[in-house]
C-alpha cells in the first residue's frame, strides 16, 4: 500500500473488479493491443507529422529505456509540461511503460507551480518545453530535481529495452492530476490505472467513439477533459484518430477540422463562444463535425442553442472534475435536457448525493452540495491528510464544492460553486492563493480576491488590495507576474481599498466587496 495516498477499501475494490469495472488494465497494455489491431492507421495527427499507432507503440517504448538509462524508476514522480504535438503522447505512454508517475503541468505554469509540484511530489525529473521562460522555470528547481530535460530530449532518448522492468500492475499509481484548487496551489490526484482506465473506458462507450472518430485536441492535453473524458485516451482507447491542435483560435481549429474531417472536439464555454461568433460572421462551413462538447464550466441555453444551428454539430455537455466524476449529456436526451443540464454520470455506478449544509438529503430540484463516490473517484488527495479529513467524508464521499440541482431523470444542473474558487474560462484560480501572492508585496497589507460575472469567460478575477503604497493596477500585475504566476492567474481587475470589509465573525466580506463593482 502506498502510503501517500488513500486506496479504495479493499472490499470495495474486490466489487469494482468482480464487477468489472476494473478491469486489470494498464494504458501500455491498451496502446500495444490498439497498436496489433490498427497497426498503419493513423493515431496522432500534427500539421507536421502523422504517427501511426506502431510509430506511436514503438517511440514510446525506445523512449521509456532512455528515461529508464537516465536512472528513471517504476514509482519516480515526473512532472510534465508539454506542447499540443506528437511529442506529449510518446512521452506520456513512455512514463506509463516504464511505470513512472506523470504529474500533468499545464503549459501555462511558471516557477511558483512547477516548484511547488516538484518539491510536494518529490519529483525525480522535470520534462518541460524548450525556451527562456522554461530554461528559467528549470533553473528555479534545479537544486530539487535530479534529471531535468526539454520534451525534445527525453523523445529523442534511447536505450537497452531489455533492461525495463515489467510494466506496472494496474493497481499502481498511473498519474498526478491537479486540482481546481480552493485553498492555496493545486491538490495533486492521485489516479491509478484501474480506476483512470475504467473512467476512460466509460466515456468512450457513454460518447459512442469508434475507429473512424476524428477528434481535435484543442485544449491543452494535460487537463483532465481533454485528456479523458473521453479525450485522447478515449480516443485512443477506441481505436481513432487525434488531430493535436498547436493552439484553439478559430483560425486553427477551423482548418484543421476541414483539413482531417474531424467529427468530435471539446471546448470550454469561453471557447464555444468565441467559435460560435467566428462561424456566424464567416458563414464557416464544417461538414464532418459531429459532435461539440462543451465542459469545465456552465455554457447557458441560449448559447448551447446555437450550436447546431452555427456549427453544424451535435452538442454534449460535459461536467466533472479530475478527481473523478464526469457527467454527459446523451445523444438521445431530450434536445431541452441538453441545453438545460450539465449531464449526468457516466456510469450506473457512480454514486451521487445531493445534500443541505448539514449533509442531509435534499430533494429533487433543490439546490443542495454535490458529493461522490465511485470506481473511479479518488478516496484522498495524494500527501494531503489534513485537507482529506474536510474534502472527504467518513464513508468515502467526496466532497465536490458544486452547488447543484438533481432533477427526476438523474441529470445535474450547476448552479454555483462553495469553494472559494473562480472558473475562468475552465482555468481554476484559487483565491487564497493569489491572496498569499499579494500579500507579499511589501506595500500590501491585506488583500481579497472575488469572481465578477463575465459574458465571455464565464467569470473574471477582480483583487482588492489594502495599501499605504502609491501602486498601480499595473504594478501589481508584474509584482505577480514576477512571481512566477500563470498569466491566466493574474487578476482582470485591480481596486485599491482602505479596508476590506468584514463579516460578524470577522473574515472577509466578499460579496459586499463583489456588490461593489456593481454600484
Not at 482548418?255 to 472536439?265: K, N, Q, S
Not at 471539446?266 to 462543451?294: G, I, T
Request: aromatic content about 6%.
Amino acid at each position: 500500500m502506498n502510503p501517500s495516498y488513500t486506496p479504495w477499501p479493499e472490499d470495495t475494490a474486490t466489487e469494482y473488479r468482480e464487477r468489472g469495472y476494473w478491469a486489470g488494465q494498464g494504458f501500455w497494455e491498451l496502446l500495444t493491443e490498439r497498436a496489433d489491431d490498427h497497426g498503419e492507421r493513423p493515431a496522432i495527427v500534427t500539421d507536421a507529422e502523422t504517427v501511426t499507432y506502431r510509430a506511436l507503440t514503438d517511440r514510446a517504448a525506445a523512449c521509456a529505456a532512455g528515461l529508464h538509462a537516465r536512472g528513471l524508476r517504476p514509482g519516480d514522480r515526473v512532472v510534465v509540461q508539454a506542447a499540443n504535438d506528437a511529442d506529449y503522447p510518446v512521452l506520456l505512454f513512455a512514463l506509463f511503460r516504464l511505470g513512472a508517475v506523470p504529474v500533468c503541468a499545464l503549459p501555462a505554469h511558471r516557477e511558483a507551480e512547477i516548484g511547488y509540484f516538484c518539491s510536494h511530489a518529490e519529483a525525480a525529473a522535470y520534462i518541460r518545453p524548450g525556451g527562456p521562460d522554461h530554461d528559467r522555470v528549470d533553473a528555479a528547481v534545479a537544486s530539487e530535481v535530479p534529471l531535468r530535460l526539454t520534451v525534445a530530449e527525453a523523445v529523442a532518448l534511447k536505450g537497452d529495452g531489455s533492461a525495463l522492468p515489467e510494466p506496472p500492475r494496474s493497481d499502481a499509481l498511473a498519474l498526478l492530476q491537479l486540482s481546481g484548487g480552493s485553498t492555496g496551489v493545486p491538490k495533486l490526484i492521485p489516479r491509478t490505472y484501474d480506476d483512470y482506465h475504467y473512467s476512460v473506458r466509460i466515456a468512450a462507450e457513454v460518447c459512442e467513439l469508434g475507429s473512424s472518430t476524428v477528434y481535435l485536441c484543442a485544449l491543452p492535453v494535460a487537463h483532465n477533459f481533454p485528456l479523458s473524458s473521453p479525450g485522447l485516451l478515449g480516443v485512443l482507447y477506441a481505436g481513432g484518430t487525434v488531430v493535436m491542435a498547436p493552439d484553439p483560435s478559430p483560425d486553427t481549429a477551423f482548418r484543421l477540422i476541414r483539413e482531417h474531417d474531424v467529427t468530435m472536439t471539446a471546448v470550454v464555454p469561453a471557447l464555444a463562444l468565441l467559435w460560435l461568433k467566428s462561424a456566424e460572421a464567416r458563414r464557416v462551413e464544417l461538414p464532418s463535425l459531429d459532435v461539440l462538447q462543451v465542459g469545465g464550466a456552465r455554457l447557458g441555453a441560449e448559447d448551447a442553442a446555437r450550436v447546431a444551428p452555427l456549427l453544424g454539430a451535435r452538442l454534449q455537455q460535459v461536467f466533472g472534475m479530475a478527481e473523478g466524476l464526469v457527467c454527459y449529456t446523451r445523444f438521445d436526451d431530450p434536445q431541452e435536457t441538453v441545453f438545460e443540464t450539465q449531464g449526468r454520470p457516466a456510469s450506473d455506478s457512480d454514486e451521487v448525493l445531493v445534500v443541505d449544509d448539514a449533509d442531509r438529503p435534499v430533494p429533487d430540484g433543490q439546490d443542495g452540495h454535490l458529493l461522490t463516490r465511485g470506481p473511479y473517484t479518488i478516496r484522498g488527495y495524494y500527501r494531503a491528510d489534513d485537507h482529506n479529513t474536510r474534502a472527504f467524508t467518513t464513508d468515502g464521499y467526496y466532497r465536490t464544492g458544486d452547488i447543484v440541482r438533481r432533477h427526476p431523470t438523474g441529470h445535474l444542473t450547476v448552479t454555483g460553486r462553495a469553494k472559494d474558487q473562480i472558473n475562468r474560462a475552465g482555468e481554476k484560480i484559487a483565491a487564497a492563493e493569489i491572496e498569499d501572492h499579494l500579500r507579499g508585496h511589501p506595500s500590501i497589507h491585506d488583500a481579497a480576491l472575488v469572481a465578477v460575472p463575465d459574458p465571455a469567460l464565464g467569470e473574471r478575477s477582480a483583487a482588492f488590495c489594502v495599501t499605504d503604497g502609491a501602486l498601480t493596477a499595473k504594478g501589481v500585475r508584474a509584482y505577480l507576474r514576477g512571481r512566477g504566476l500563470a498569466a491566466y492567474k493574474i487578476p482582470d481587475l485591480v481596486r485599491f481599498v482602505e479596508s476590506l470589509p468584514r463579516t460578524p465573525v470577522g473574515k472577509i466580506d466578499k460579496l459586499q466587496l463583489k456588490a461593489s463593482l456593481e454600484s
